[in-house]
Each structure stands twice: as C-alpha cells, then as structure tokens.
T-cell receptor
Framework: RKEVEQDPGPFNVPEGATVAFNCTYSNSASQSFFWYRQDCRKEPKLLMSVYSSGNEDGRFTAQLNRASQYISLLIRDSKLSDSATYLCVSDTGTASKLTFGTGTRLQVTL | NAGVTQTPKFRVLKTGQSMTLLCAQDMNHEYMYWYRQDPGMGLRLIHYSVGEGTTAKGEVPDGYNVSRLKKQNFLLGLESAAPSQTSVYFC????????????FGDGTRLSIL
C-alpha cells in the first residue's frame, strides 16, 4: 500500500465550480501535511500546510481527519489558472523526509 | 530571491558517460534532497542530507552518489549513466526536515541515449 494515495483524476470542472480532492495516508505517526501544486513540466510549489484544525487561504481550504487518516483540499470559485496537478504530502513519521502522493490533476474549463 | 537553483537545466548524455548535477540554496536550510520524477511515478527520493557533511539513501539510490561539502550545495552524481536514468531531477531544501515544507528548484531534464 502506498504511504500517500490520491485519485489521479483528471477532474474536469467549469470555471466557477467548487471542487474537492481527498488524499489518504497510511502512517498513523505522520504529523505534518501539505498540499503542493505542480504545473506541467514545472517544479512543485507549496500551496498550503494542513493543520489539525483545518485552514483556509482565500479560495482554498484544507482539512485533516486523523481518525480516518485523510486530508482534503477544497477549491472554491475555480479559475482557469487553477488547472494543475495537486500533490498531497505527509511526513514519514521521522524527522527527515516527506512522502509525496502521485497527484490529482485538475482541469478547469470555460 | 534565488531560493533553490539547479544547474544545468537540460542535458543529454550517452550511455556510460558521467555527470554531476548541482543544487544550491541561499536560505540557510539544513536539509537538502534529490528527487526524480517519472510519468505516473510521482516524486521518488534518491538521496538526502540532514546537514553539511552528511548524506543518506532515499528510495531509489542505486546508480547515484551525492556530496554535501558545503551547507548551501548538494551535488548529485551519475558515474555511468544508463537510459533508465532518463528523468526530471528536482532538488529541494527545508529548514529542519520532515515537519517543514520543502522548497524546490526548477528541475533538470536529463536524457540518456
């Protein structure tokens, strides 16, 4: 079983829609979680950290459910520029490394 | 505001040739990482370093070596390149390891013929 699992998509949504991605993690010792965005052929860029209480940054909301070991990302009022691959990331339970999911592809259309 | 800089950006090698990829960060980060990314595979950790003078193996270390002689630089070497090493290589750094986000360079696209 992969340490971090994501639905690869693609999720095709119209501009202005709300879309949500879920990600599950297998290591119950993981403490830190992040969402990254990766555009085609570019480097991953940190979108937001995920805190236990959940957090919001503009149109983006991240939630953590420790009991069920999943993380979610909600994007409201989708823009064309939101089209990208979204990577779910957790620490490995050790102090050194992160584990990256393979990503969920989002395509926002007119 | 350089952040993490990788050189070169692109390279084509012949099988058996050697080369070194350089990663430099100006954020005074302790931890540095080398990943490769292949279609459908996601990011896979090759080697990493938790501080100057240290290195450790990641998920896919075979065929690669690394050195961290200076805190700001992390070098990835291919001693004898193989076609299976054709990939996009990303370097990343973080302030203090697994509980901090990593910041990525813009990648090196390497083709081995």
């Amino acid at each position: 079983r992969k340490e971090v699992e994501q639905d690869p998509g693609p999720f095709n949504v119209p501009e202005g829609a709300t879309v949500a991605f879920n990600c599950t993690y297998s290591n119950s010792a993981s403490q830190s979680f992040f969402w990254y965005r990766q555009d085609c052929r570019k480097e991953p860029k940190l979108l937001m950290s995920v805190y236990s209480s959940g957090n919001e940054d503009g149109r983006f909301t991240a939630q953590l459910n420790r009991a069920s070991q999943y993380i979610s990302l909600l994007i409201r009022d989708s823009k064309l520029s939101d089209s990208a691959t979204y990577l779910c990331v957790s620490d490995t339970g050790t102090a050194s490394k992160l584990t990256f999911g393979t990503g969920t592809r989002l395509q926002v259309t007119l | 505001n350089a952040g993490v800089t990788q050189t070169p950006k692109f390279r084509v090698l012949k099988t058996g040739q050697s080369m070194t990829l350089l990663c430099a960060q100006d954020m005074n980060h302790e931890y540095m990482y080398w990943y490769r990314q292949d279609p459908g595979m996601g990011l896979r950790l090759i080697h990493y370093s938790v501080g100057e003078g240290t290195t450790a193996k990641g998920e896919v270390p075979d065929g690669y070596n690394v050195s961290r002689l200076k805190k700001q630089n992390f070098l990835l070497g291919l001693e004898s390149a193989a076609p299976s090493q054709t990939s996009v290589y990303f370097c990343a750094s973080s302030y203090s390891g697994g509980h901090q986000p990593q910041h990525f360079g813009d990648g090196t696209r390497l083709s081995i013929l």
